[in-house]
């Protein structure tokens, strides 16, 4: 199957699903909330490391043997889970954490087949973050389905799971 270079190609229950690339509010949403996590969890800069972060890493599962591709905006793994950067682009192991910055276009794939995705696979935390509506959403998997731990808004001062080692500014992911 091959996809248009400037289209996300995801494979989910057996269909190829396109979406177009991130616009730029998203993209720049999708960049905060990486810089803002990498220096204190990445790097350990004044935090507690311990966690590799990939900007729409491509994630390869194999429910009954059959190949499902999602691309999450944002993946985030403990560092013993992924200690190794992997020498191919498809990433088999499941991440701790995924972010999915809600766009027009895709809100409906994030917040349903994706999110089922992540949950069977037994990802343990999920973000779904909306730069127009200025929300971001703090999910944990309990058991097989995803339980609503906060919703965030505006330009708060917040502490949210896994990163609540962290005083998040919001207002830090909506800035242009």
């Given amino acids: ?3 248009p270079p400037h289209m996300v190609a995801e494979i989910i ?3 190829l699903l396109l979406s177009p690339r ?3 509010r998203h993209a720049n949403t999708e960049s905060a909330i990486a810089a803002v996590l990498k220096g204190p969890f990445h790097w350990g800069t004044n935090g507690p490391g311990g966690w590799v972060f990939l900007v729409e890493p491509e994630l390869h599962f194999f429910p009954g043997g059959e190949r499902e591709v999602v ?4 993946a985030g793994w403990r560092r ?3 200690p190794e950067p992997p020498a191919v682009a498809a990433i088999e192991v499941r991440p701790d954490w995924v972010c999915e910055v809600i766009s027009p276009s895709t809100e ?10 992540y949950a069977r696979e037994g990802v343990s935390h999920l ?3 909306n730069p127009v509506a200025t929300t971001l959403e703090v999910y944990r998997l309990v058991g097989e389905n995803w339980q609503l731990v906060d919703t965030h808004e505006g330009e708060a001062e917040v502490r949210a799971e896994p990163f609540d080692a962290l005083v998040l500014r ?3 992911l909506w800035r242009w």
């Fill in 108 to 117: 409906s794939l994030d917040r349903a087949k994706k999110t089922r995705v």
């Fill in 170 to 172: 919001l207002e830090q």
């Fill in 71 to 74: 691309v999450p905006d944002l």
């Fill in 13 to 15: 229950d057996g269909d």
């Fill in 1 to 3: 199957m091959n996809a």
């Fill in 80 to 82: 013993e889970r992924l």
């Fill in 22 to 24: 991130p616009a730029p």
């Fill in 127 to 129: 973000w779904l973050v």
